[in-house]
């Protein structure tokens, strides 16, 4: 019932199951979008007339939600970025670049293994990555290896894989991570969407949260940073709306969060974020979860009844993510023949080379719900699955 409230399901055939990629819009968002630009679309932070006074409200709203929503301390907390990816790499540049060892886990994601490299660091050489064990889980007798023997380093760990769904406890993480006097920072990218987030029972020290897969626009995330180190993040980018006053002489800076947003920010599309956020909120994740769950468990169930299926994660350490394939056949045939037939999945190595080849494979083909997605929706990919596997064996 819940696509109804999402423009993209009344204008496409296709069966939407690509949810870890990015999710679709609800009405509301869109319309957010479409009311900035069209009834008082002015910079923020800026001007004082009145659409400019709108816009900067309208904008600055979003960050009391947000604040709200990850249960974070203050609105200086929660920086506004382009999405995960930038928020990884501010704080991997102007934070992290200053710890011997930087520690990450084994089913990263691109953006949380580049930036690292982009500070010349290889494995053992400034970067240590913890172990996975055979169920994709988190290893964490070799994590607490690697903090005593690197205690004050930078951990930088994915709360959910976007490759396999796997769940880290982050929690413990954390704990462990503290114990030791290093510093915590979490890819949230995956998150948000499927489960409620709080920031201070969680004890992060920095959680970057992505718009776009939680329903809200492209081209927007935030970066949670934890009230006491925000003095020891230095300047991102500096110009507009980051100043409190310049000569030639030098440059004074606002405080957080304005002073790390330089420039005209994504004001329609921040605007808008706060309108997926309400939404999730109206329908709230119990009920989510529980659409998800049930949703998750069939899927996981007509896949196993497939011949030669290969399944990378259990659904007891997993959510809302299946990794397969199907022995012998290129996860990239079976994605473009899907694709014929109207089924969004993903196949590849999402992002995720390192993982796919320690687990000696290409990649793999990704199914990705949310709470939109039926039953209905499994039913009409596992018959086009078998369809594409048929084909292809012939």
Known sequence: MYKNDFPFFKNSSVTYLDNAATTQKPQAVLNKILEYYTNYCSNTHRSNHGDANKATKEFEETRTILKEFINAKDESEIIFTKGVTESLNMVASIFAKEF?????????????????????????????VVNIKENLEFDFEHFEELLKANPNSFVSITHVSNAFGVKHNIK???????KYNSYLMV???QSLAHFEIDVQDLDVDFYAISSHKT??????????????????LKTYQTGGATINDVNFQRSLMLSSPYKFEAGTQNIADVIAFKEALKYIKNIGYKTIHTIEEEIYSYLHNELKKIENIILYNNVENSIVSKSFNI???????????????????RAGHHCAQPIMKKLNIDGTIRVSIAFYNTKEDIDIFIKALKKAITMLKD
């Open 100 to 128: 011997k060892t930087i520690i990450i886990s084994s089913i990263e994601h691109h953006s949380n293994i580049t930036p690292w490299h982009m500070q010349n660091r290889t494995l053992h050489q400034g970067l240590e």
């Open 172 to 178: 413990k993480i954390a704990k462990l991570t503290h």
């Open 187 to 189: 890819d949230g990218a």
């Open 215 to 232: 329903y809200g626009p492209t081209g927007v995330g935030a970066l949670y940073v934890k009230q006491e180190l925000l003095e020891k």
């Open 327 to 345: 022995k012998d056949i290129n996860s990239e045939d079976i994605g473009i023949l899907l694709d014929k037939m109207h089924i969004a999945v």
